[in-house]
């Protein structure tokens, strides 16, 4: 198990070790309040877009459900004829960047979440490191009402109109510490500046989501039977923030039988990583799916059968008043 791995699992677990690394998340909250307070004193350049900015992310490391929300979201923005741009940082590309995504596009040069989300939605989409770059390669190509950004809620260069956190609240905040000590990437008071949407499927709040999962599919389908089968034992390969929601999913879709293969998020995989001692079909979650297409295309003799689970994030009504809401205030309506 990588560094990286073992600190995820003892985040998890709230682990008392976690203790030693208290003087880091000290020069942590030190760098992260100098940095900020540079912004806010204006002694660093913020970029302002010549249309709205809305921010979508969170103070967490680790998966929330942020990407099947922006997903919705976009979905939602475009039946109501919304022109949206999305940028994003591109985490697991190798670019050049800045870069514009399609359909097309490798996640192995974007990233797995951008590739996911353009296949999902067709939205228009830059990535890179730089969200000012990707903005404008954005605006060079389409005509846009609204840029949405893909996390980038900590990136102060950023001028933003709304800002939606996700907040898990089966995970909840951990031992409430900043990293590396908790997995929080801010302050908790940071939930009291900005719209928090829970996820959860008994919420606290009004402003909340929850995941509705679909029926798996096949990877690749051909020659294989298309009928899944719960009570099959199946090597469920993951690489998620937070991979305890996918087995949990796993367990609500009646499969009590699997080998948890766990990779870190964003993970490279080879072919090597499908290699296991049987030949039991292989479960994976959407993100993992867009890596795993491309080893079958470069491996078109690998047969064992690959199911997706797709989920897709359910909105509370109160979201959607609020989006509207907040887009009034910036000038923008809904048809």
Known sequence: MSLAQTIQTAWNNQKKWLII???????????????????????????????PVMVIGNITVGGSGKTPLLIQLVKYLQSRGLSVGIISRG????GPFPALVH??????????????????????????????????????NYSLDLIISDDGLQH?????????IVLDQNRGLGNE????EGYLREPKSRLQNSSVIVHSKQ????LNMHLQVGKPYLLRSDNLSNQFDSKQSYHAVVGIGFPQRFYQTLQNLGIEQFQAHEFPDHHEYKLSDLSFQNENAIITTEKDAVKLKEILIQHPEFNIPIWVVPVEAVLSSDCYDLLEQQLQQVGIYLS
């Open 21 to 51: 690394l208290r003087p880091l998340s000290w020069l942590y909250r030190f760098a992260f309040l100098m940095n900020k307070a540079m912004y806010t004193h204006k002694l660093k350049k913020i970029y302002t877009a010549p249309i």
């Open 91 to 94: 985490y697991g590309g190798v």
């Open 103 to 140: 359909k097309e596009s490798s996640p192995e040069i974007i990233g797995d979440e951008p590739a996911l989300i353009v296949q999902s939605t067709g939205v228009a989409m830059a990535v890179g490191p730089n969200r000012q770059s990707s903005i404008e390669l954005l605006l060079q």
């Open 156 to 164: 102060w260069a950023l001028d933003r109109q709304i800002e939606w």
């Open 177 to 180: 510490k900043l990293l590396p």
């Open 203 to 206: 919420p606290q709040s009004l």
